[in-house]
């Protein structure tokens, strides 16, 4: 295993995909590749995103899976006939459940919009993070990345960043400031951190 070969999940715009894209293209991630974008929204820019690079993407959904039961299994199939080695979650809109999160354990990471556990937990994502922040009143703010486990925003902390809340912010504004300073520049830098992790791990047992 010479790099790591990493899938990331999306539901949207996809920019922390564009953000691990970029990454990957500038060399700062090089323990890791991606190697496929699944969706589980066919009409996700996030796909497009994994077309300009030219990344093998796939779209699962519920529906034509049978319910999250066939999704998963469905997921789980593709990730390791791929050879999947880390799952990366970027704007993900999906709550996977525990005998998935067990099967890849230690393998699933995910960037969340608040420093956890402030903000956290099920229900708070996207907008609702920062509307939640501001209604609260809290003068710093941020994003953590972290492992998946079965508790939504439960896995332990691999990263967090600061930013500061400014008078006049609304949701939009704040979402993008932690977007810009804090969730584009921790994932890519955890999803780095993990790899290179991977790879020494791989070097010690062969």
């Not at 996809?14 to 066919?42: F, H, M, Y």
């Not at 593709?78 to 354990?105: C, N, P, R």
Request: with cysteine; aromatic share 4%.
């Amino acid at each position: 295993m010479n790099c790591v070969k990493i899938a990331v999940l999306v539901s949207g715009g996809g920019t922390n995909l564009q953000a691990l894209l970029d990454a990957q293209e500038s060399g700062l991630l090089k323990s890791g590749r991606i190697a496929l974008v699944v969706s589980n929204n066919p009409k996700a820019y996030a796909l497009k995103r994994a077309e300009n690079a030219g990344v093998e993407a796939a779209v699962l959904t519920r529906a034509a899976c049978g319910g999250q039961e066939g999704f998963e299994r469905a997921l789980t199939s593709l990730l390791e006939e791929k050879g999947i080695d880390l799952i990366v979650l970027a704007g993900f809109m999906s709550i996977l459940s525990a005998s998935f999160t067990d099967h890849f354990s230690k393998r699933i990471i995910n960037v969340h919009p608040a420093l956890i556990p402030s903000f956290c937990g099920k229900g708070m994502y996207g907008l609702k993070v920062h509307e939640a922040a501001l209604q609260y009143g809290v003068k710093i703010t941020g994003a953590t990345v972290h492992f998946v486990n079965e508790v939504p925003d439960g896995g332990e902390i691999i990263l967090q960043k600061a930013v500061s809340v400014m008078p006049g912010d609304t949701p939009e504004l704040l979402q993008r400031r932690v977007m810009e300073e804090a969730e584009w520049i921790i994932l890519p830098k955890a999803a780095e951190q993990i790899c290179a992790e991977m790879l020494r791990m791989k070097g010690e047992s062969t």
